[in-house]
């Protein structure tokens, strides 16, 4: 069974870098679309961005500017670069995609992460 796998987490200091990726646990299934979400302790999980298949992207406000999500397709993996980090950026981090069956071309929706730990602190 296909399955996202996340990877790219840690600690980090305020004002600093990380750059998560996401990708298919197997390769016959291609990324159609794809979100980050996020989820602090004591939070809803919340959207931070999001690209479709043709390329368009989208920004929750509170990372917009700072975040960029891109995906490339020869990888088959998803980036979420995170710059300038803030303590409030603190969360697990999950990635959800829309998969293409490379060989039905069909599209399966809602493949979660497993999730990945994002620490923003001094």
């Known amino acids: 069974q296909v399955q996202l796998v996340e990877s790219g987490g840690g600690l980090v200091q305020p004002g600093g870098s990380l750059k998560l990726s996401c990708t298919p646990s197997?390769?016959?299934?291609?990324?159609?679309?794809m979100d980050w979400y996020r989820q602090a302790p004591g939070n809803q999980r919340e959207l931070v961005a999001a690209?479709?298949?043709?390329?368009?992207?989208n920004y929750a406000d509170s990372v917009k500017g700072r975040f960029t999500i891109s995906k490339d397709n020869a990888k088959n993996t998803v980036y979420l670069q995170m710059n300038s980090l803030k303590p409030e950026d603190t969360a697990v981090y999950y990635c959800n995609a829309g998969l293409k069956d490379r060989r039905s071309y069909a599209i399966h929706y809602d493949y979660w992460g497993q999730g990945i730990q994002v620490v923003v602190s001094s």
């Open positions: 197997v390769s016959s299934f291609s990324i159609y679309a």
């Open positions: 690209i479709a298949d043709g390329g368009r992207t």
